[in-house]
């Protein structure tokens, strides 16, 4: 209750835009996830790793825009590849685009794919992708994880049916569990299996190799789409996570910060799959959007992935993030908190079990009055995640913040006594 006090009192500005906001938005947003009680913080400004508040609070960005603002909030090429593009090509012009093959080829040589579309949201990329598997088996049913969070509209929380879409599509299995999967799979009707490699939005459970690759073999011997979804996780390695597994899925899905900071999504894998969009053949599938190849994505999206994240970069970041990953977990060994994820990709939960028996949704049992301590007391330190936990690293966050935040984490404990 203090705390709460201590967060209302913090807080006026945000407080007044958000009961301003409620008069004309629902729940004064439009983004679920970002509301908190008793009110939102709103944000005025992002540079580099910071986010700026309305009330005149800085903070360390750990949330990273869920992944999309890897490359920080004002990357110098990023801010010349937007202007340059405004300045001297336009928004958009209604016709294909050269650099639409441009930013295609890198994202397949990058992720193993022979073909890609673009689309503007990760949830579009999923769509598609199923769309696509749908029309090549001539099936609807689609395996998923319970906990799988694959979009606006397929978010499969605690194994409960995602809303709009119709509910007798979905078959939804245990994550990790491979006996049950395999079975979910292999006596059904199946046109795809969709999975997250490791479940970002689900608190960064990863799937163990096992289960990644059971899910492949059963999707290959029933004839069914294996798709991975590594809208979140094509930031964990240079080839993303199926190369650091070893999976060779059928589809995979992309968004993020692969648009540069722009609205984004793109779907692609094999020649033969992807074919189902090619609009020569008269019984190809319709795939529009009016802004699926806007020139700001298409032109920052390449500069980020071509000069930004290049492989090497890639592969020190997600150590740093791994090293950050392990330095809390050693200090909050034998507490209430512990950490989950992979790479500069991690979760933090208030549950009694510790991480390493959290291989699944229904293991989580957060102790959410910790949880929500933590997240208002963690701004009070200067650090901005999401209330549910997330922390998506961006790039140039110096190693002496990551330092403060394991130090103001040590303090929470301590306080606390969790
Ligand atoms: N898939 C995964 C794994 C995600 O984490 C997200 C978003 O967080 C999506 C899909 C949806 O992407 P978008 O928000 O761009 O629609």
Redesign the pocket.
């Known amino acids: 209750e203090a705390a709460k006090t201590r967060f209302v009192e913090r807080n006026p500005k945000s407080k007044q835009l958000f009961e301003d906001a409620c008069e004309i938005l629902p729940g004064g947003n439009t983004r679920t996830l970002l509301y908190s009680a008793p009110f939102p913080i709103c944000m005025k400004k992002g540079e580099n790793y910071q986010v700026f508040d309305e009330d005149g609070h800085v903070y360390t960005d750990l949330v990273g825009e869920?992944?999309?603002a890897l490359y920080g909030h004002s990357h110098p090429l990023i801010q010349e590849s937007i202007i340059s593009t405004v300045k001297n090509v336009g928004l958009n012009l209604g016709a294909t685009i050269a650099q639409e093959a441009v930013h295609a080829r890198l994202i397949c040589q990058r992720f193993g794919l022979d073909k890609v579309r673009f689309c503007?949201?990760?949830?579009?990329?999923?769509l598609h992708a199923l769309a696509a598997a749908r029309h090549f088996t001539g099936k609807r049913k689609v395996v998923v994880f319970s906990g799988?969070?694959?979009?606006?509209v397929?978010g499969f929380w605690d194994g409960v049916q995602p809303n709009g879409v119709d509910k007798d599509d979905w078959v939804i299995g245990k994550y990790n569990d491979l006996a049950s999967a395999r079975a979910l799979i292999e006596n059904d009707d199946i046109a795809a299996v969709m999975v997250?490699g490791m479940?970002?939005?689900g608190g960064c459970i990863s799937g163990t190799d096992e289960f990644l690759l059971q899910l492949q073999t059963s999707a290959k011997k029933v004839g069914a789409i294996f798709i991975l979804?590594?809208?979140?996780?094509s930031r964990l390695g240079p080839a993303g996570l199926a190369d650091i597994v070893g999976i060779k899925p059928d589809l995979k899905?992309f968004?993020?910060y692969l648009g540069g900071g722009m609205?984004?999504?793109a779907f692609g894998g094999s020649a033969d799959l992807m074919a189902v969009y090619d609009p020569r053949s008269a019984t190809s599938l319709a795939h529009s959007g009016t802004f699926n190849n806007n020139t700001l994505a298409m032109n920052s999206g390449y500069v980020g992935l071509n000069n930004i994240w290049t492989p090497d970069v890639a592969v020190e970041f997600n150590k740093m993030g791994d090293a950050f990953r392990v330095k809390l977990q050693e200090l909050t060994k034998g507490t209430k908190m512990s950490v989950t994820g992979r790479g500069a990709l991690n979760a933090i939960h208030f549950s009694e079990q510790g991480e390493r028996e959290l291989s699944c949704r229904e293991d989580i049992v957060e102790d959410w009055g910790l949880k929500d301590l933590f997240f208002i007391e963690i701004m009070e330190d200067g650090f901005w995640i999401t209330r549910r936990g997330s922390i998506a690293m961006i790039l140039g966050t110096p190693q002496s913040e990551l330092d403060r935040f394991c130090e103001c984490v040590s303090r929470f404990l301590e306080r606390h006594r969790a």
């Open positions: 869920l992944t999309a503007n949201s990760g949830t579009e990329a999923n799988a969070y694959h979009g606006a397929l997250e479940q970002g939005a979804d590594e809208v979140m996780t899905t968004g993020k609205a984004f999504g």
